[in-house]
């Protein structure tokens, strides 16, 4: 039997108009910003803090993932489906795809299978263009900074060496990452040493996903930091008075995006972090928007749940005031094979012992979902190359912990694949056995707030601080941002910072190298371990197998 892809499925499916899924949010087609017949923006005026404190809102996020992840936004996707199928009011609210994953690895990030959000093509390109309002706000901010070093008028006296602000590009181009500019004489600039980002981890990225509205917007985007000058005195972006025109160019990207699912259920798709460098979490807005108009909200956060999910518990519902009523795990088989030590080449590969010996993994995940006090649900994202030994050995040892794990069939099957996982959300959110609470206190002093993470989360014996990270501590309190929650900069594929240390480490320190400071974004990010915030393409990039036809037909996403 030949399996449809990804794209094949989402092109023959025929979408709705959007004002038609609106109706079903009781939005009037006159409160729509439409983009063709498909995509619409929603106004900021339709989220109702009353109706927000009403609503269940549910974070999806998974084990420590492999490099293919474990199908997060499927099973969201999925799980708002299977919500709806069984008489609930849902939204699945998201992130935005990256181009630089997109033309890189994945190929796309709209899901998968029958349980997709659609257009699946414009969101995994250009889409409303949020992204690149969010570049062309960062890299004026650059421009500013350039063309004050050599003003004779305004000059701030920045010290070019201390300048930490850097251009983005929502590309994979490591060529990119370390660079010289200013080069050919004094008409093009002062010299100096400067870099890119990916957009995803641009401080404006994560300030559009932290902001309450358009007046926090600006002052938070006043609030960025751009460096010292040659007397250590700080900079930052309110001091170029950058902030009026760089929220002026956020105008509209500040609006979430309605679309639709394969079952034409309303989907709600805004900002794009990554987790493993940033917050990895969508648009308070975009999350209070769906929590406005449906009964049942779901959502998801980056890579595995020491990574989003923290970053979700611990920053943005302490800013948005939320509080989730459960949290779905996603568990692959092939994930806990390799946890439990098999090669790449054998995830997926049948091995009981594999499973017994990863399953650890998924335990340590749902201690912590515990700690936030918060009721977990693992969905087993099922592969065909699964059997039911293996899935049975997994909600058996489930059950012993007092855990509920169904079977999630959603890209196979849609909704009709994701009933139960639905139906033991529910069950989860109407026991009434979650009451949310955050890890740590935002008061405590900088090393407790990481210790806490650390040793809770990740499961290590301490924390050490290298000299930078010591001194970077000092401006931090110098600068008064001691008081901020923490952003973990970390790599997804371990609970430590070693990529090489699956399952669940015993026995480690993790360092912090040094740290960012996103003032505007409102949190600090101590770097553990050689981050990338601009990737590399791999060998063979996924761009390669792209296309479009004469009749503007693409091929190649998944």
């Excluded at 619409?40 to 549910?58: H, M, R, T």
């Excluded at 009026?244 to 509209?252: F, I, Q, R, T, V």
């Excluded at 972090?273 to 990895?280: E, H, L, R, Y």
């Excluded at 979490?281 to 909200?297: F, P, Q, R, V």
Aim: net charge neutral.
């Amino acid at each position: 039997m030949t399996v449809k892809s990804d794209l094949e499925i989402a092109q023959a499916n025929e979408m709705k108009d959007i004002r038609r899924i609106a109706e079903n949010l009781n939005i009037h087609e006159d409160q729509l910003e439409l983009y063709g017949r498909y995509k619409a923006k929603l106004p900021l005026e339709l989220i109702d803090d009353a109706k927000v404190d009403q609503s269940n809102l549910i974070l999806v996020s998974a084990i420590t993932p492999t490099p293919a992840g474990e199908g997060k936004t499927t099973t969201s996707i999925g799980l708002n489906e299977g919500l709806n199928r069984i008489g609930k009011k849902s939204v699945v609210v998201l992130r935005e795809p990256s181009l630089g994953p997109v033309f890189g690895i994945k190929g796309g990030a709209a899901g998968g299978g029958y349980s997709q959000v659609v257009p699946m093509e414009d969101i995994n390109l250009h889409f409303t263009g949020d992204f690149s309002a969010i570049e062309k706000a960062n890299n004026l901010l650059s421009a500013l900074i350039d063309n004050n070093l050599q003003s004779k008028t305004r000059n701030l006296g920045l010290d070019p060496r201390r300048i930490y602000w850097k251009r983005v590009m929502d590309m994979n181009d490591r060529s990119l990452r370390d660079i010289t500019i200013g080069l050919g004489g004094i008409g093009n600039g002062i010299p100096r040493q400067d870099g890119f980002n990916i957009t995803p981890a641009s401080e404006v990225m994560a300030i559009l996903c932290m902001a309450k509205d358009r007046e926090d917007l600006k002052k938070r985007l006043g609030n960025i930091f751009v460096g010292f000058t040659f007397e250590r005195e700080p900079i930052y972006a309110r001091d170029l008075n950058a902030e009026g025109a760089m929220a002026l160019l956020l105008k509209d990207a500040i609006k979430p995006n309605l679309v639709q699912t394969l079952e034409h259920n309303p989907a709600i798709i805004h900002g794009g972090p990554f987790a493993n460098i940033a917050q990895g979490t969508n648009t308070i807005l975009a999350t209070k928007m769906g929590m406005s108009l449906a009964d049942y909200t779901v959502t998801e956060a980056g890579f595995g749940a020491d990574l989003g999910a923290e970053k979700f518990l611990n920053i943005k519902c302490g800013y948005g005031k939320l509080k989730p009523k459960a949290v779905v795990l996603v568990a692959t088989l092939r994930a806990l094979r390799h946890h439990g030590g098999a090669a790449k080449d054998d995830y997926n590969t049948p091995n009981l012992d594999r499973v017994k010996g990863g399953f650890e993994n998924l335990q340590k995940h749902l201690e912590n979902v515990q700690q936030f006090g918060l009721k977990p649900v693992v969905a087993i994202n099922q592969f065909t190359s699964d059997t039911q030994e293996e899935m049975d050995y997994v909600k058996a040892e489930c059950e012993k912990l007092g855990v509920s794990a169904v079977v999630s069939s959603g890209w196979a099957k849609g909704g009709e694949g994701t009933e139960d996982l639905a139906k033991a959300v529910v069950a989860a959110v109407e026991s009434g056995e979650s009451n949310f609470k955050q890890l740590y206190d935002w008061d405590a002093p900088v090393k407790d707030k990481i210790i806490a993470i650390a040793t809770k989360i990740y499961g290590a014996d301490g924390v050490n601080f290298d000299k930078k990270a010591e001194t970077d501590m000092r401006t931090i309190d110098r600068l008064g941002l001691n008081k901020l929650p923490i952003c973990m900069a970390k790599t997804q594929k371990s609970f430590s910072d070693n990529d090489a240390l699956r399952g669940r480490p015993r026995g480690f320190n993790v360092t912090v190298r040094e740290f960012e400071m996103a003032a505007g974004a409102g949190f600090i990010i101590p770097i553990l371990g050689k981050m990338m915030r601009m990737p590399g393409l791999p060998a063979v990039p996924a761009s390669e197998g792209m296309d479009i036809d004469k009749d503007g037909r693409i091929s190649g996403l998944s």
